[in-house]
């Protein structure tokens, strides 16, 4: 609501309201980028950005589209399906290939970006004859192929997008203040901050090291019991960052800094893991994927940590041992250097593929 007031120049009530100031020249803070927001109208500023080998705010750069359209072999007049939406930058692409003939189907959990995703699409000219967004799981893809068919090609990008992390109302990362929330869908199932307020000891130590290989798991998960004995809930982003560099206090001071920072990105994965049910989403997803590709379709999936990577190298090599799968990728695809320089976000990506029998 507020960036709408911003790009009328006013508020509710009819008065002209000032754009928030900002200390020194470059705004930090996510509602002071009210230009990287608004990209139809300042598309300099997010060129800058881009340029620059940041993200804009609000917006989310595709990773190894090159590298997915090479294998995919889209052609006019197949249908496909992006598993996750997302911001649409895949989508996007896949939708020019088919040069307005064929169809594809975008799922996504998220309702917030998706409708976002949506309305941006159809700005586009991707209207309904030839695009179907439905706000659905990508383990239901059984549901989407009743309705649509096999698939010619599916590609699912398991990243959190970076719509989703800058934003710190959706409580992705330590290095916002906002609610420890990490649901893909906000208006389902428990957040991240009553996760940690109802699991125990065993349980959590065990979800810090299956889901993120975290080494300190047992000093923090000490800590975060420790804090809910003494009645101290961790609601916010800031709060989970103060308990794992509390965890970390006996490390050498010269070393504190950095290995904060790498277990409060594994410690916020771990957490966003659990409460979405990543794994079990995955593994479900993979043991529909044969059932939904036609004869020689294809599939490729992005991931982002070597827990999903293993379940889908695991996966693929089944399916093709047992015959489902004529072909399968023994080998990671990686982007490009020149990719990564671009944008950081890229490095941890890995791309694996399979080909229908």
């Known amino acids: 609501m507020e960036q709408n007031n911003f790009s009328q120049g006013q508020n509710p009530e009819g008065k002209h309201k000032r754009r928030p100031r900002y200390s020194g020249t470059h705004p930090k803070k996510y509602s002071e980028k009210y230009k990287e ?37 889209i052609k006019p007049g197949q249908i496909g399906l992006d598993a996750t939406l997302g911001y649409g930058g895949h989508t996007r692409k896949m939708l020019e290939c088919l040069q307005g003939q064929g169809h594809i189907y975008g799922l996504d959990v998220d309702p917030i970006e998706s409708a976002k995703t949506t309305e941006r ?44 992390i800058d934003n710190p109302e959706r409580g992705f990362t330590y290095k916002s203040e906002g609610p420890l929330d ?60 103060e ?13 504190q800094k950095e290995a904060v920072k790498k277990s409060c990105a594994r410690t916020f994965q771990a957490l966003r893991i659990d409460v979405n049910n990543e794994f079990e989403v995955l593994y479900t997803f993979l043991e ?37 799968y004529q072909d399968y990728a023994r080998e990671i695809i990686r982007p490009s250097a020149e990719e990564c320089a671009r944008n950081s976000r890229a490095k941890s990506t890995k791309m694996r593929w399979a080909i229908k029998a």
């Open 288 to 324: 529909k994927l044969p059932t939904v590709l036609k004869p020689g379709g294809r599939v490729a999936i992005l991931t982002f940590h070597s827990g999903e990577d293993r379940l889908v190298k695991k996966s693929f090599k089944h399916f093709f041992d047992i015959g489902e």
């Open 182 to 241: 990490l649901r893909m869908n906000p208006l389902k199932g428990k957040s991240a901050a009553e996760r940690l307020q109802e699991v125990d000891r065993e349980e959590l130590e065990g979800m810090l090291v299956e889901n993120s290989d975290e080494p300190y798991a047992a000093e923090i998960t000490k800590v975060i019991m420790n804090w809910r004995r003494r009645g101290k809930k961790i609601e916010t982003t800031t709060q989970l960052k």
């Open 243 to 255: 308990a794992v560099e509390e965890a970390l206090r006996f490390l050498p001071e010269a070393e």
């Open 37 to 73: 927001l608004q990209p139809e109208k300042y598309a300099d500023t997010v060129s800058k950005v881009i340029q620059k080998g940041g993200t804009p705010a609000g917006m989310h750069i595709s990773i190894c589209v090159n590298e997915i359209l090479e294998f995919l072999q």
């Open 121 to 164: 699409l159809r700005g586009l000219g991707f209207g309904e004859d030839i695009l179907t967004v439905r706000l659905q799981n990508f383990a239901d893809i059984d549901l989407a192929a009743a309705d649509a068919g096999k698939f010619d090609f599916i590609l699912a990008d398991l990243g959190v997008s970076s719509m989703q």
